[in-house]
């Protein structure tokens, strides 16, 4: 028998395309290969940013806002008061045309600063969601310093000039005069006077919130009447506030609140209460103007008072009318602020500074005059 030939058993190439035609790739076992999660156009996903919950959001939006705001505010009053005291005049080309452009200038300039912080905030928020607000607040803050300093201060009493016109313009001078006074004052006179007042204090506190005054206005009536050292003076005048003509409605008022049919201007806690109704009767009187209102307290309803000098002069405030009067009532506004300041400057730094050393006069400016 004739032995059958052997066939090739080599199997034929595989077709392309067939599972069979790619190679088979080894797999570590027990282990699964991570694979790259992609989308349908074969991509890798990029992974999410974790979403910022709205009420972080809102939080930090309010304080950028609130650093934009007080940064912007800032500047705006401290450009118009330097432009106020570099342009201040009535000459069209020489005072006001300037004034105008730099207006102008200042709007642009804000225009061209909104867009520029625009594009920083956008890279800001990139980076962190809080970044635009920590320098918003940043810039509140540096322009809030800036505005301590005497150049600044000076820029922004010309800008209250500027806005309040006449009337501020009238205060601002008046403010000056106390000032003045303040800095022509011996400390040592004044130290005695505060130490002399100490016994007196609560009971001048409580006749001042009796009435809502300010309680170191009440003690520079106080030391100019009697420099406290109370006494029945030759005019009739009676205690610490030197009380003479109490006007009925001022007695009544002391009264009830006392909770007494007739307050006695020899108590001293009574005085107090009559001095702080009377002086509240002016300034009802003189409508809230304080330095009429302390010159009426001084001149009282003598000759028709306060109100009927202006009236036959035609005087329509304190500058007006104080070429009018005699040195003694004239000065009286100026003597009390002048005692209330130091009054203040002893609660509120525990100390008298010198006005005309260092920055001195600016601090002092910035503390303020009382009920001014």
């Known amino acids: 028998m004739s032995t059958p030939p052997v066939q090739n058993e080599t199997p034929p190439p595989p077709v392309e395309g067939s599972p069979a035609a790619s190679p088979k790739r080894r797999t570590t076992p027990g282990k699964k290969r991570n694979r790259p999660a992609t989308g349908k156009s074969g991509r890798k996903r990029k992974g999410k940013k974790p979403a910022i919950s709205t009420k972080r959001l809102v939080v930090w939006t309010s304080l950028e806002i609130l650093g934009l705001a007080v940064t912007t505010l800032t500047g705006i009053v401290v450009l118009l008061g330097y432009a106020a005291a570099r342009f201040s005049g009535t000459g069209f080309f020489s005072h006001l045309l300037p004034f105008t452009l730099g207006v102008l200038g200042l709007i642009l300039t804000g225009a061209l600063l909104l867009i520029g912080w625009m594009r920083l905030r956008s890279r800001l928020r990139q980076k962190k969601i809080f970044l635009p607000a920590l320098v918003a607040l940043a810039l509140a803050l540096v322009s809030g310093i800036m505005t301590l300093r005497g150049d600044f201060f000076f820029a922004i009493s010309q800008f209250r000039i500027l806005v309040g016109g ?19 004052l011996d400390t040592v006179q004044l130290r005695q006077l505060i130490d002399r007042a100490k016994p007196f204090d609560r009971e001048i506190d409580a006749a001042a919130s009796a009435f809502g005054l300010d309680p170191d206005l009440l003690h520079g009536i106080a030391a100019a009447e009697s420099s406290f050292l109370p006494r029945d003076s030759k005019d009739g005048g009676q205690g610490l506030f030197q009380i003479t003509q109490i006007p009925e409605s001022a007695m009544q008022a002391a009264a009830d609140r006392l909770k007494v049919v007739k307050p006695q201007p020899g108590d001293h806690r009574h005085n107090g209460y009559l001095a702080a109704a009377t002086l509240t009767h002016y300034l009802a009187q003189m409508r809230g103007d304080l330095f009429l209102g302390l010159l009426a307290y001084n001149i009282g309803p003598k000759n028709g008072g306060l109100r009927f000098i202006m009236q036959q002069y035609g005087a329509t405030d304190f500058v007006t009318v104080q070429p009018y009067l005699q040195q003694l009532p004239r000065d009286y506004p100026i003597r009390v602020l002048c005692y209330a300041l130091a009054f203040r400057l002893s609660r509120t730094l525990g100390a008298l500074p010198a006005y005309e050393e260092g920055l001195n006069a600016v601090r002092i400016q910035q503390v303020g005059i009382p009920g001014l």
């Open 166 to 184: 006449k009337e501020e313009a009238g205060r601002v001078t008046l403010a000056h005069q106390v000032f003045a006074a303040y800095r022509r």
